[in-house]
């Protein structure tokens, strides 16, 4: 574990969407909700920052599964509203009063079926994925609001998966740049630390 600031306190921004889909993909594995049902998009719902929702007009059922893929992808917040007004934000609150957001969001990918599958392709694109660098696949979640600028994400590639979480006030500035060059380092400590264990294994076979 690599730590710098780790209690300092930021505002969040849209990386708080997480929560919102580990909730409705538990809730649809203890089978108290089914992810095809349909929400009416009403003008009401309508924000800023709703990439996904453009393809929708008003009154228009959406699909639950599908405001999950627009809030992951396009950190669509009309579909963030709409599962909002759903859920229930006190809900939430109480959900998630003691809880560990990494390794739940990690168990949950790691069940084999199509939502998993779904969280896994909205997570994995390049908006904004200043996580993501070479042929480095990181699934993530970004989040930009004013001067915060965060990005958190998994690289699951190997049977030796890592969480990075950045969280930084640079929203008004090289936030690119900065964030992009500490995924590059962590993924390089990683790749030594994960060298080094195989030699040492290795080593103990041998013996």
């Not at 599962?83 to 998630?96: P, Q």
Request: glycine share 4%; hydrophobic share 35%; aromatic share 16%.
């Amino acid at each position: 574990v690599l730590e710098y600031n780790s209690n300092k306190i930021f505002y969040s921004a849209s990386t708080s969407k997480v929560f919102m889909v580990i909730y409705l993909l538990e809730q649809y594995r203890n089978n108290n909700l089914d992810l095809e049902t349909k929400l009416v998009y009403k003008p009401s719902d309508a924000m800023q920052g709703s990439i996904g929702m453009k393809k929708h007009k008003y009154y228009d059922e959406v699909q639950i599964s599908e405001l999950i893929s627009h809030m992951l992808e396009y950190s669509d917040n009309t579909a963030y509203f709409m599962l909002i007004k759903y859920v229930g934000l006190d809900t939430l609150k109480e959900y998630f009063k003691e809880y560990n957001l990494v390794m739940e969001s990690y168990n949950l990918l790691l069940v084999d079926d199509n939502y998993s599958k779904l969280i896994k392709d909205a997570m994995n694109n390049k908006n904004m994925n200043y996580l993501r660098f070479d042929d480095k696949v990181i699934y993530h979640k970004y989040g930009y609001y004013d001067v915060s600028y965060h990005d958190i994400g998994m690289y699951l590639d190997t049977d030796y998966p890592y969480f990075i979480s950045i969280l930084t006030l640079y929203g008004n500035g090289n936030y690119s740049e900065v964030v992009n060059n500490i995924s590059k380092k962590v993924y390089e400590i990683y790749a030594k630390n994960l060298k080094l264990k195989e030699e040492h294994c290795k080593s103990l076979i041998e013996e």
